[in-house]
C-alpha cells in the first residue's frame, strides 16, 4: 500500500507562487509515474502534470509556462512549482503514483 503525504498548500495572492510536495512511503522501485491532479469546486477533476521515472513531463495547457513538476534525488518525491498563479488555479490538488495511488489533497487558493 502507497501512501502520500502532500504538503505546501495555502493561500496565495494572483502572481504569486507556492510550491507542492509529495512524498511516497512505498520504496521507489514500485513508483514510476508521478503527477497533481486538482479539483476545483462544482468542476470535475483534471490532470496538472506528470514526470516519469526517465524524467518525461506532460503539463495542462492551462499551466504550461507557469507550472514546473520535478523528482527530487530520492525519485519517491515529487514538487510541483507553481508560479503566476491566477484565481483559477484555486482547487485541491492531489498527488497521484502511478495513475492510482491518489494522496488525500491539499488546498490552493489564490485570491486577493
Known amino acids: 500500500q502507497v501512501q502520500l503525504v502532500e504538503s505546501g498548500g495555502g493561500l496565495v495572492q494572483p502572481g504569486g507562487s507556492l510550491r507542492l510536495s509529495c512524498t511516497a512511503s512505498?520504496?521507489?522501485?514500485?513508483?514510476?509515474?508521478m503527477g497533481w491532479h486538482r479539483q476545483a469546486p462544482g468542476k470535475q477533476r483534471e490532470l496538472v502534470a506528470t514526470i516519469t521515472s526517465g524524467g518525461g513531463t506532460n503539463y495542462a495547457d492551462s499551466v504550461k509556462g507557469r507550472f514546473t513538476i520535478s523528482r527530487g534525488n530520492a525519485k519517491n518525491t515529487v514538487y510541483l512549482q507553481m508560479n503566476s498563479l491566477k484565481p483559477e488555479d484555486t482547487a485541491v490538488y492531489y498527488c497521484?503514483?502511478?495513475?492510482?495511488?491518489w494522496g488525500q489533497g491539499t488546498q490552493v487558493t489564490v485570491s486577493s
Open positions: 512505498r520504496s521507489i522501485f514500485s513508483i514510476n509515474t
Open positions: 497521484v503514483v502511478n495513475g492510482i495511488y
